[in-house]
């Protein structure tokens, strides 16, 4: 088989277009704009090999050392091999308004190529979202750091919840920012897609759910932040009733228009809403498949 790693990693080029004008409308993250983002940026001459597993990246106190038998063995020079491109991905965030140092520097460990699949790798650190197959997206690196950015607001996060794994990127992310990571998928072959991805990294303070996220995971409430990667018409009240008081939840709310919201708890009945800006993400669906 021939060998296309050197589609890999991207020049810096590719991922320092200019910054996102103030005012101008956030990229969309659907399904069909993340099929014209990998077509409009796919590599000529057809599938790009991936890159190999990356070595193991620096781990929070609390992270396993241990591996499944069945991982592959991390080649640390992988993840050197990709860190210029990660690292000007992350600057790309940070001109758009992201400046939380743990969110930024999270982003800048996790290997965002191991997550999309082999034909579509080589355009892994580009600021956009991108098909995952069963019509769903992983989300563009900026929105990804702007949630987790608006969840932290600048305090030490324990325990937090995630609906909608995907293929699990941003519940990689959340790993390094939060004590306690726990990410539900309501679509079996993305749940257990975002289990094969996440096997190399070994992180220890992340629980995969194949579940309704809608319903939350009332056993393992309260959270101190909890994430919505897929669009309501409103937040499920049952999300809101398990986060602790003090803490946030932020969620995109809309069909065609949508926009991020963040809301509070601020006592046992009351909670507090702000809309952030706008966005578009796959619809939040009841129900598993
Ligand atoms: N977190 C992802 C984005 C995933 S896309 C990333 O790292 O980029 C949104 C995901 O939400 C899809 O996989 C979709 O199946 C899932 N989803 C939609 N409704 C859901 C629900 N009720 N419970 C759990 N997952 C849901």
């Not at 990709?82 to 743990?102: L, S």
């Not at 607001?153 to 990689?172: P, S």
């Amino acid at each position: 088989m021939k060998d296309q790693r050197s589609n890999f990693p991207l020049p810096l080029s590719s991922v320092t277009s200019p910054a996102r004008k103030p005012g101008a409308p956030v990229t969309v993250a659907t399904p069909q704009t993340a099929t014209q983002n990998a077509a409009r940026t796919a590599v000529s001459g057809g599938a790009a090999k991936p890159p190999q597993a990356p070595g193991p990246a620096p781990r929070p106190p609390g992270y396993a050392q241990t591996r499944a038998p069945s991982a592959p063995t991390p080649q640390r020079s992988d993840l050197m091999a990709t860190e210029a491109v990660r690292r000007a991905m992350v600057a790309k965030v940070a001109r758009q308004g992201v400046a939380d140092p743990k969110v930024l520097g999270a982003m800048e460990i996790v290997p965002r190529h191991l997550f999309i699949e082999p034909a579509l790798s080589a355009q892994a650190y580009i600021d956009a979202s991108l098909p995952i197959g069963h019509n769903q997206t992983i989300s563009q690196p900026y929105i990804v750091a702007r949630m987790i950015e608006a969840m932290r607001a600048g305090g030490e996060l324990g325990r937090v919840l995630e609906i909608g794994t995907g293929c699990g990127y941003q519940a990689a992310v959340l790993s390094f920012v939060a004590k306690e990571v726990y990410s539900i998928e309501r679509i079996k072959p993305l749940h257990e897609l975002a289990k094969t991805n996440l096997r190399p990294l070994r992180i220890s303070n992340l629980r995969l759910q194949y579940g309704d996220g809608m319903l939350g995971l009332p056993q393992v409430a309260p959270f101190d932040g909890i994430i919505l990667a897929a669009a309501g018409l409103e937040v499920p009240r049952a999300l809101l009733e398990q986060l602790a008081i003090g803490a946030r939840l932020v969620a995109p709310v809309g069909a065609q228009v949508q926009h991020l919201h963040r809301i509070t708890r601020i006592g046992k009945s009351e909670w507090a809403s702000e809309t952030l800006e706008a966005c578009h993400f796959v619809p939040l669906r009841p129900g598993t498949i």
